[in-house]
């Protein structure tokens, strides 16, 4: 993908987290491939829904920044999870109150209560908690490196997808289940063999 149209993109989807309460003030990061070597990636400690495209910062897969301005101090575990799959095009990391709701209390997503839990997230996985920016963070995320979606225990979330839009809606999608799981209370999932039928689709 073209440079410019990267940062034009990746500026529109912060607004768009931002403006949907996905994130607030700094929190988060969000990155964009362009091709096998390089990304472009949300700088450090900005808020989401005020950056301009020409604020992104490129860098390359062994972490070296190539533009102006100080990448997010998350870039590790981007980077781990663009190399763990070529066809990984995008990284989107917030803190979603719903998601963290349950991050905080230790309670795995539910992804089984909805069809589209199933079909747009399957298992979500929850990552203990390491000190942001952390070397043994990036190491837990690249372990699950092959889920759709997971949460960071007393943290966030993280989601990946094929394009920018893919990794944003899994993002809202995962939000949207997080939420639902605390108002629905105790309601039982879907049935085991439904989800078998649901994960063919
Ligand atoms: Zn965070």
Redesign the pocket.
Known sequence: MNEQTARNKLTDICKLIYDRNLTVSA???MSLRLNDKEFIITPSGRNKGLLRPDEMVLMNMKGKTLSDGRPSI?KGFHIALFKADPETASVI???PLNCTILAVRGEKIRSSLTPEGVILLGDVPMIGYFT?GSKKLVEEVAKNSSSRAMLMER??AITQGRTLEEAFNRMEELEFQAKLQILAGNADELPASEVRKLLKM
Do not use: T
């Open positions: 929190g988060g990061n998350e990391h917030c803190h942001p943290h966030g």
